[in-house]
């Protein structure tokens, strides 16, 4: 019996609470007397009784040497966060990096970005970098579950004595915990519930160069080549269960790793580079139209994309704004092909429609319109804080022209602010309210 609970009082560990409770036992019973000023010091009692305590006390020994053990450790980790600090400080290492990637004349500089898919992160950008009006941009940024992008784009550089402008892009984006919300019976009905979210990871890597040519009145036609690298993995986020498991290639087009797709397209725009609150009476319209062509393996994926977008803005008074915006987006496989899931047109909060999250709904066609107003707050110099209040709306099927329905019109409203605090930082702040309830959107850059 008494082996028996020997064995259980070791296993249990116990035991190692013994040496504690002795120290503490001993300080109860013994308290620690005060240390002398100095081994020599002598402390002596009145009365017949003196006596010389030369020695600590043992429980006071036990106590010093324990603690300084225990601390020695912590202590030596500080020493060396500070000498590092100090010697980044002595050496001006922070300034010399500033210096070196920031310039007075504004033609060189860093810039935080932050967006709830990709989280916080830097821009560097380099204006004139190989001819006038180039620009050179970098950027990182890492979130959760390690989602990562990182981007470098080179863009404006004139030819031809200034008759084409070129432009040469590469991104590489790690995307964690990217949201489906569909179901094995209807992957993308437009009455999904939230309930039937899953995720997945989205690796992606572009390449694009872009040719543009610039028109009067702010009109540009543009070409664009570029080539995409997908895979598609598991999703990381417990909470949800990983499309992966959901479905399968057959029943969810482009669900596998090694998707190459090579892209061509063109555009006609009309896109001011003026400010909002100059942009009064004045309309942009921005046309695009791709043909997407797998390359390697089963060569199973060949479609179409087109786009259309159409702004007005209709100043009223006092710098206050009303912007009316009306978008479509329609997607087509080539005959006996299909369309990855990823390529889909989307409408959510990030795209379009603010109130519902990330990759609410998927689909083939959207259409889809906002009413916005524009109003400032608060303007002190060449900064301002603008408010503005909006309701999106739209829809998304697979054939809208054959299955749009009033009841289907999905309807979102909400307000928001964006601000400029300093130059070239750019926040936005915005709440949207939907059918799936309220969501906070914040983007930085």
């Not at 020695?72 to 590092?84: A, C, E, G, Y």
């Not at 810039?111 to 992160?121: A, E, I, K, M, N």
């Not at 009067?216 to 997908?230: A, K, V």
């Not at 998304?396 to 909400?414: H, L």
């Amino acid at each position: 019996m008494a082996k028996h609970f020997f064995c259980c009082f070791c296993r249990s560990r116990l035991f190692i609470l013994i040496p504690g409770m002795l120290i503490f036992i001993s300080c109860i019973c013994n308290p620690i007397r005060a240390l002398p000023k100095n081994k020599s010091e002598k402390k002596v009692s009145t009365g017949n009784n003196s006596q010389i305590f030369e020695e600590r006390a043992a429980g006071e020994r036990v106590l010093y040497f324990s603690g300084k053990a225990f601390f020695t450790p912590f202590k030596f980790l500080s020493n060396q966060t500070r000498q590092i600090a100090e010697s980044f400080i002595h050496k001006k290492y922070v300034q010399q990096t500033i210096d070196l990637m920031t310039a007075d004349d504004g033609l060189r500089g860093i810039r935080p970005r932050f967006s709830s898919r990709q989280g916080p992160g830097l821009n560097f950008f380099q204006k004139n970098l190989l001819v006038y009006g180039s620009i050179l941009k970098l950027g990182a940024s890492v979130g959760l579950n390690q989602c990562q992008c990182y981007f470098g784009e080179l863009r404006q550089i004139k030819l031809f004595n200034d008759m084409l402008t070129a432009g040469f892009s590469a991104r590489y984006q790690n995307l964690a915990d990217e949201p489906f919300y569909g179901t094995l019976q209807s992957p993308f009905s437009p009455t999904t519930e939230k309930e039937n979210r899953s995720t997945y990871v989205h690796e992606q890597t572009r390449i694009d160069f872009h040719l543009n040519k610039d028109l009067q009145n702010n009109y540009r036609i543009g070409l664009s080549l570029g080539y995409d690298i997908n895979n598609i993995m598991s999703g990381r986020d417990d909470d949800y269960p990983s499309l992966t498991r959901l479905f399968s290639e057959n029943t969810l087009p482009g669900l596998t790793t090694g998707i190459n797709i090579a892209r061509i397209s063109l555009s006609f725009t009309n896109e001011s580079q003026q400010s909002i609150k100059n942009l009064g009476g004045k309309s942009e319209v921005n046309l695009v139209g791709g043909v997407y062509q797998q390359l390697g393996g089963r060569r199973e994926f060949s479609f179409s994309k087109i786009s259309a977008e159409f702004v007005r803005y209709f100043p009223t008074f006092s710098n206050q704004m009303f912007i009316a915006r009306f978008a479509g987006e329609f997607a087509r496989p080539f005959s006996h092909k299909s369309i990855p899931f990823y390529y889909l047109n989307k409408m959510d909060g990030h795209e379009n429609i603010r109130g519902f999250g990330r990759g609410r709904f998927y689909g083939t066609d959207l259409i889809w319109g906002s009413l916005e107003y524009r109003f400032p707050i608060l303007r002190h110099s060449n900064n301002c804080i603008n408010g503005m209040i909006f309701t999106d709306f739209g829809q998304i099927s697979q054939n809208i022209f054959r299955k749009f329905s009033e009841n289907r019109v999905k309807v979102t409203y909400g307000f928001g602010i964006d601000f400029q605090a300093l130059p070239g930082v750019k926040t936005m702040i915005g709440i949207g309210k939907s059918s799936d309830g309220i969501r906070l959107k914040f983007d930085l850059n």
